[in-house]
């Protein structure tokens, strides 16, 4: 995992010192707590046999209410049947240190792959929740033969932090064809202060409203690149998904989603004008 972490905040020691006994369960209520987290997935189009954007969010929290330990990983099951070859995305791909030196900016336009956003917490006291509105993904290097997704954060204001974190998309059996392996770094709150906490994310995996280029005959072309295929049938009951959180201090939490099927296609039928 590669991650590059900015902060420019003050803090007083004491921040630092609240922030560890709430990691550690130290703080009246945090042992009770247990985690909770939701799932939501969609496509866009919804159609059988068709490239796609998938879109998933998920939302982390605790039953006390209080917001979740930090969220050290994620592995998002995608459901079999899942065309990854058939997919234009990640023409190009993004170098990390290019990425962790320059943002956005030091990736190809045809590395991109989607974008999204998340919203985090202080893991103590009741401080309102702050968004990190960018997170983009671009087609990294590739790792035993899978599929790298790298993540770029960009967080300005109240939390200022740029982040890179990678994700692995790594073969599985029965309903689900894919795992989206993700190892994600702490996110400090402030210098020396407690990580906060993530407690919900948006984000997209295809072409949606990305743009490309290509040089076709000497002249520069813009094109919209074809989005993962979603299998030509749909099985009972919908398309699975799954995920499971791992939080800094050993706690997990999981949660599912399904696509439902999509409705028939209805076929019209022409009359024959005589």
Known sequence: MNA????????????????????CGCLPGAAAAANTASLHA????????AGTTIAFGFE??????VPPPPLVKAVIRMPAGMN???????????????????GAAGCPTNSRLGTGSAFVEVPFGKESGHELPEIQAF???????????????????????????????????GAFGANLDTSIP???SVPNGPPVSIVKVETTIGPGKLVYTKHVKGRLVHFHPLGISVPSRCPKGGFPFSAEFQFLGGSTAQASATVPCPPPVK?????RHR
Request: net charge positive.
């Open 4 to 23: 590059c972490i900015r902060s420019v905040r003050s803090i007083r020691g004491v921040w630092a010192v609240l922030g560890t006994l709430a990691i």
């Open 42 to 49: 969609s496509f866009s189009p919804d159609r059988l046999g």
């Open 60 to 65: 982390l929290g605790t039953t006390e209410n």
């Open 84 to 102: 990854y070859t058939t997919t234009t995305l990640g023409l190009a791909i993004c170098e990390p240190g290019a990425l962790q030196a320059k």
């Open 139 to 173: 087609m990294g290097p590739p790792h035993n033969g899978n599929l790298v997704v790298l993540f770029y954060a960009n967080g300005q204001e109240p939390v200022f932090a740029q982040l890179v974190f990678s994700g692995e998309l790594v073969p599985s059996t």
């Open 186 to 188: 702490l996110i400090p």
């Open 267 to 271: 076929h019209v039928k022409h009359r």
